[in-house]
């Protein structure tokens, strides 16, 4: 059998006009950047120091590349006044949740990624206070300082109205498994605010071959850099021991929903025969974590098999539409995720209401 | 919602007996050792040496631990004769693929893997010659040896009547997408023999971060490493090179099926805008080659919900049966897998004649 009659990889171009749709359509992971932390990055990239060899990959491409691609994406993600906007209503999104893009602060050195976090979380209160209808956001930290990060988070969400938190993945290879973090989900639960685990290119320690090829960046290496972290979380008992606490993941959970049973079944096995002494012995499976404590989002994967797919395997309370604005920036995207199959309840779901819930949207 | 209705990871324990099915059972991805690589693995682990960290740490686990899971893996592993056959009696396995287990002969220095791989190829031909309703089997080589490899390959093909080969991932750091090993593409290509790119540990460059956590093994690491080559290969061109070549993945493709619309996205972004200067641009998309140039086999993931979205977004004749026996020996999953969806047509496809075509079984 040839691949004709299989689901198409890429979206039906678009016929005519977006349709009118009964629901709001709520994009989760949005991105922004602001003019302070992006000439830091170029003067990092200019400097040639020892820079993270994936933020030089990532960041060198966005800011420093001549490509139409690069540069419009580098000023989309700079604006959060008309520009966006008009975007949105171009591709019928009502709302954006803003989040500073990966890798904000968390390559810069503590004290500057404390402070820049704050001005960007301000810039941010200020750019929903101007579109308090289109715009809602999530309060960036820095890991670095935990304790100083856990009272940002709670500025963020009682003094700045923000929804939630977003963290970049690994910041300087150290990942958030490591309990030295663990006032950032004291405070994370807490506040009931829920974090974005987003990607980053992968750690030092991890990045090498992928690198080489070219495979370090969202093509493949956000993927595996952020299904460790999310699965690490897991097996460090965080969820054991923040049983509140609420993950989110982008691009459909990374790996992880395609690989749910397999983890399963390994840690059970490996716990069985005592091969780690280090970890810790789970209340739950890894599986029961990700479909009470992760929902996920459709950044990146507007693919309607696979979102079927963490609909059915993690529940269609569990899967929200993301755009991934202005990386993946397509009308006809929007359109093939109205397609998505099941009920108009669910679609309303899938586009308004779990976005509603989790981020606690008016 | 509760994830009570929810497809659970687990294959329900079997009530009875094993039904009678009306296909054969092929398993695909069933691993064999013999006593003189077992021996040199032992005196490796021994020697205190600089070893190859991932290596160490698997068949560290599986022939020095001393768990009864660790122990009763490693014997059943040395044995091709009435243990392994009273085994697969139990679980309605009608044929086994064998092959030689990871990390094969690929951790040696280059004449000793070339000459055990030799070695592995008679005695697997010896047992095939005992057992011949019961095992076919895989050559192994050793690609340290390119040349040397593609003779072997002709060998195995041609002399001992094996059905294919045996790759697992990285030979010491290095990947098949180096032009140096492609006289092993050409040898397969050249006598229609499909190349089972079986996981390893993923390659010291990569593994630190995994390893700390124990997550460099089955539950995590080794789709990292299968998919990270897999598509290493499709990005460098073999199938374009080599049109006629077949791979075959375990675990239902590692993470590539889920990702194949993004793979396939960021491929386009990255060529269209020039972002790689050593990027070959394809004849076809990403997914073109998965679907066109691959087979995948459920070993280690006997999860309906995977299996049917592989089907769906692969085709119905890409998606075989494995049991990864003896590393994950279960009746239970067996019926699991008899249960899946789809006609009696699709399931003996799934179970018989995808295998029968593929490695041309009798």
């Known amino acids: 059998m040839g691949s004709g009659s299989l689901p198409s990889t890429i979206p039906p171009a678009l016929a005519g006009p977006l349709p009118r749709v009964p629901y709001k359509r709520i994009a989760t992971e949005e991105a922004f950047g602001t003019v302070e932390i992006f000439d830091r990055y170029r003067a990092m990239l200019s400097s040639g120091g020892d820079l993270d060899p994936g933020f030089k990959s990532a960041m060198g491409y966005f800011l420093l590349h001549p490509s139409p691609r690069a540069r419009t994406i580098a000023e989309r993600l700079a604006d959060v006044d008309a520009r966006r906007i008009g975007d949105m209503d171009e591709a019928g999104i009502d709302l954006q949740l803003l989040s500073l893009t990966s890798p904000g602060v968390q390559v810069f050195d503590r004290e500057t990624a404390t402070a820049l976090a704050a001005d960007a979380n301000d810039q941010l209160a200020a750019a929903i206070a101007r579109h308090p209808a289109r715009f809602a956001g999530l309060a960036a930290i820095a890991p670095q300082d935990p304790s100083h990060a856990a009272r940002e988070i709670e500025r963020g969400m009682t003094k700045l109205g923000l929804k939630g938190v ?196 008016a």
């Open 166 to 361: 977003i963290i970049n993945s690994h910041t300087q290879g150290e990942y958030l498994d490591d309990p030295k973090f663990w006032p950032i989900f004291e405070a994370a639960e807490g506040l009931d605010a829920p974090i974005y685990l987003h990607p980053n290119t992968p750690s030092r320690a991890m990045i090498g071959p992928m690198l080489e090829r070219g495979l370090d960046v969202a093509i493949f290496g956000f993927q595996v850099e952020t299904s460790l972290h999310a699965l690490s979380l897991i097996i460090a008992g965080v969820f054991d021991r923040f049983p509140k606490l609420t993950l989110v993941l982008g691009h459909l959970g990374e790996g992880l929903p395609y690989w749910m049973s397999r983890i399963d079944h390994m840690h059970g096995a490996s716990v069985g025969s005592g091969r780690y002494a280090n970890w810790k012995v789970l209340q739950r499976r890894p599986s029961d974590y990700l479909r009470e404590n992760v929902y996920v989002t459709t950044s990146g994967m507007p693919w309607a098999p696979a979102i079927a797919f963490a609909q059915q395997v993690l529940g269609v309370d569990r899967v929200m539409y993301a755009m991934d604005y202005p990386y993946q920036y397509f009308v006809a995207e929007v359109a093939a995720s109205d397609a998505i199959a099941g009920s108009l309840e669910d679609r309303t779901r899938f586009f308004q209401t779990n976005a509603e819930h989790v981020f606690k949207l």
